[in-house]
């Protein structure tokens, strides 16, 4: 059974910053990319980014705020986000995609809050 867990989301203040993790277990390859995604309330879910085997990108929105980096032999993602502000206020998934299957895995999310 595939289990993809996010954790390290919290309330901060505006301008703090927050390192959410994304632990994987139960794949049976390994990982293409870890995408990350946040969905403020009462709208749609929106990517942030894409940490690919070395290289990530970003959306327009956390560019230069936002790292995404990988842990292979932890099999784990991060998203460090730096300079938080409140309009950063979402539950944050990771979703990740299979190497070979290219099927792809959802969390269930870490709520992020910044107040301002």
């Known amino acids: 059974q595939v289990r993809v867990v996010e954790s390290g989301g919290g309330l901060v203040q505006a301008g703090e910053s927050l390192t959410l993790s994304c632990a994987v277990s139960?794949?049976?390859?390994?990982?293409?990319?870890y995408d990350w995604y946040r969905q403020a309330p009462g709208k749609q879910r929106l990517w942030v980014a894409t940490?690919?085997?070395?290289?990530?990108t970003y959306g327009d929105q956390v560019k230069g705020r936002f790292t995404a980096s990988r842990d292979d032999a932890k099999v784990t993602g991060y998203l460090q986000m730096n300079s938080l502000q409140p309009e950063d206020t979402a539950v944050y998934y990771c979703?990740?995609?299979?190497?070979?299957?290219?099927?792809?895995?959802w969390g269930q999310g870490t709520q992020v809050t910044v107040s301002s």
């Open positions: 979703n990740v995609v299979e190497e070979q299957t290219g099927k792809d895995y």
């Open positions: 139960g794949l049976t390859y390994s990982i293409r990319s």
């Open positions: 940490m690919r085997s070395v290289s990530a």
